[in-house]
């Protein structure tokens, strides 16, 4: 079994090309990027013997070519609005399965135009199968089974998840995508409708066992792809939650960026370098690190519904994303999920087994406490 991880050698492939290498199921992980020199960084023991590297450049090389004889292909390579569909539609000219971590909502909407001619090749396209998307999309999906109908779904993570590996280069891509989707305007659902928005917006939710908790809006695909899941919904976001203070610090850099005095590499280095945190700020009400909310109803009265993780992976933001799309390639190589056409985690992966494969490696902060967590109203289920 081969697999080929284009832009590998980036912060979230290389994460994607370990957690690849250590599988017994795969043969080969083929690398794709222009650089390799941070690949030398990895340790790999004995797994390095798996890897294969090739320097290519995405916009130019025939990139179907080299997808050939490769079981499927893991894209991480960013940004999507400029190597989304290129990287898609080779794996569908090459006939190969393929998973990605696309993260941008405007590029989901064009991969999902694909939807026929990888359909009609036989291919199984997973797109935005990191953490959000991908694993918040699966976990939206375990809570609106809670309840009878969903009228509203809400994903949601953390602001530290933000924090990249150190000695990357600067500022870091994870930090530039966090720019361009907190500028501008984004889509979401309001009133059963799709509505461009500006992001950033406050929103208070009440996550069932905790209670009230400040979030902000941030444009990510989740509000395009889970009305698709679920057609009768009223409301759809994805949301960040975190401290105040931070949201009140970056919000004027953002908002810099969007009257032309900060670039966005400029305001991507300003979020890098850090907010101070006020000497007065109020203690944080805790979330779980990523989450998905369901508000509608049960036996026929208002209810609520969430579920969250409790344990994260190493590697910050790196294993956050790049893990679960290398767990999803192994369920395609087994077997396990698989559906020609391009699809959204919401639709092909389910809950129980994803579980199952991200708790050995979500062993963060500590292995034996559960996995996630289920609150209904003020009912609160654990999951191993």
Not at 32 to 41: G, N, S
Not at 63 to 84: D, E, K, Q, Y
Not at 88 to 99: F, K, Q, T
Not at 349 to 361: G, I, K, Q
């Amino acid at each position: 079994m081969r697999v080929t991880v284009v832009g590998g050698a980036g912060a979230m492939g290389r994460k994607a090309v370990e957690t690849l290498a250590g599988f017994d199921d795969v043969d080969q992980v083929r690398v794709l990027d222009r650089d390799m020199a941070p690949l030398a960084a990895l340790d790999l023991g004995d797994d390095r013997r798996k890897i294969e590297e090739i320097v290519v450049d995405a916009l130019t090389d025939d990139l179907a070519a080299l997808f050939a004889g490769s079981s499927v292909v893991v894209s991480a390579l960013g940004p999507f609005t400029i190597f989304g569909e290129r990287v898609l539609s080779a794996a569908i000219e090459a006939g190969v399965d393929y998973v990605d971590i696309n993260d941008d909502w405007e590029p989901t909407l064009a991969a999902l135009e694909w939807h026929d001619r990888a359909r009609a090749a036989g291919v199984t396209a997973l797109i935005g199968m990191g953490a959000s998307p991908g694993v918040s999309n699966v976990l939206a999906v375990r809570a609106a089974d809670e309840l009878d109908t969903v009228h509203a779904l809400y994903t949601g993570w953390v602001v530290a998840g933000t924090e990249s590996e150190p000695g990357g280069p600067r500022p870091a891509a994870a930090l530039l995508h966090l720019v361009h989707e907190c500028t501008g305007t984004v889509q979401v659902l309001e009133d059963g409708r799709p509505a461009l928005v500006a992001p950033l917006q406050p929103l208070t939710l009440r996550y069932p066992g905790i209670g009230e908790i400040g979030v902000r809006t941030i444009g990510h695909p989740e509000t395009v792809t889970l009305p698709r899941r679920f057609p009768d919904l009223q409301t759809c976001y994805n949301v960040m939650a975190g401290p105040a203070w931070w949201f009140d610090s970056v919000a004027p850099i953002m908002a810099a960026v969007d009257d032309g005095t900060l670039s966005a590499r400029e305001a991507a280095l300003k979020v890098e370098n850090g907010v101070q945190r006020p000497a007065d700020a109020p203690k944080t009400l805790r979330t779980p690190s990523l989450w998905a909310l369901a508000e509608g109803e049960k036996d026929g009265q208002p209810a609520r519904a969430a579920v969250g993780t409790t344990r994260w992976s190493p590697g910050r933001m790196a294993g956050a994303t790049a893990i679960p799309a290398a767990m999803a390639a192994r369920m395609i190589l087994r077997g396990q999920i698989g559906r020609p056409g391009v699809n959204t985690p919401e639709e092909i992966v389910p809950f129980e087994l994803l579980m199952e494969a991200l708790s050995p490696l979500y062993d963060q902060p500590d292995p034996s406490i559960p996995l996630y967590e289920v609150a209904v109203d003020s009912t609160v289920e654990i999951g191993a």
